[in-house]
T-cell receptor
Framework: DTAVSQTPKYLVTQMGNDKSIKCEQNLGHDTMYWYKQDSKKFLKIMFSYNNKELIINETVPNRFSPKSPDKAHLNLHINSLELGDSAVYFC?????????????FGNGTRLTVT | AQTVTQSQPEMSVQEAETVTLSCTYDTSESDYYLFWYKQPPSRQMILVIRQEAYKQQNATENRFSVNFQKAAKSFSLKISDSQLGDAAMYFCAYRTPYNNNDMRFGAGTRLTVKP
């Protein structure tokens, strides 16, 4: 009955590999997000989708590509992984993209690139 | 651009005492929401409390309350009767409809609770 679920929870990989993180929400929300939390715990938005349409695309290397097959799913694919990509990646969702609606977060995926 | 500043990287409080975490924000918008999130060592992001900019009354959720000073652009979180389980990173966040409803976070304050 998890509201926002991400898989995998941990991901350890080598430089140059390609990896994906999956996210699913069962809250009926139509807006989903990817945030990156760096080693200093700073949270920065990467992408936002509303009803499968990309609405926020921050300055992120184009090695990162989000995909939203439907409004309940938002996946993140990362090509040619680099050491600096090591971080915790959070998926989140909210209702209707309304600014008064809090974000509901998944438990994060800790990505370690060696 | 909107920015959120948490000037206290770390704070500590004695169990059962009260602690206040500071947050200031910079915006030219009049319509926005403010939030406090808690991130315990489990890494989960938990909503603690939220405040609408148009409401003058400070929000309260059990032991958690805010002091919202709109003119000063200040949004502090007060935790009363601190418990060991309150130990966590606390993030202040700002959200406005004028920027695609993007939620911006401060750098966080690490709260330690001493028994």
């Amino acid at each position: 009955d998890t509201a926002v679920s991400q898989t995998p929870k941990y991901l350890v990989t080598q430089m140059g590999n390609d990896k994906s993180i999956k996210c699913e929400q069962n809250l009926g929300h139509d807006t989903m997000y990817w945030y990156k939390q760096d080693s200093k715990k700073f949270l920065k938005i990467m992408f936002s989708y509303n009803n499968k349409e990309l609405i926020i695309n921050e300055t992120v290397p184009n090695r990162f590509s989000p995909k939203s097959p439907d409004k309940a799913h938002l996946n993140l694919h990362i090509n040619s992984l680099e050491l600096g990509d090591s971080a915790v990646y959070f998926c989140a969702s909210s209702q209707g993209g309304n600014y008064n609606s809090p974000l509901h977060f998944g438990n994060g995926t800790r990505l370690t690139v060696t | 651009a909107q920015t959120v500043t948490q000037s206290q990287p770390e704070m500590s409080v004695q169990e059962a005492e009260t602690v206040t975490l500071s947050c200031t924000y910079d915006t030219s918008e009049s319509d926005y929401y403010l939030f406090w999130y808690k991130q315990p060592p489990s890494r989960q992001m938990i909503l603690v409390i939220r405040q609408e900019a148009y409401k003058q009354q400070n929000a309260t959720e059990n032991r958690f309350s805010v002091n919202f000073q709109k003119a000063a652009k200040s949004f502090s979180l007060k935790i009363s009767d601190s418990q060991l389980g309150d130990a966590a990173m606390y993030f202040c966040a700002y959200r406005t409809p004028y920027n695609n409803n993007d939620m911006r976070f401060g750098a966080g304050t690490r709260l330690t609770v001493k028994p």
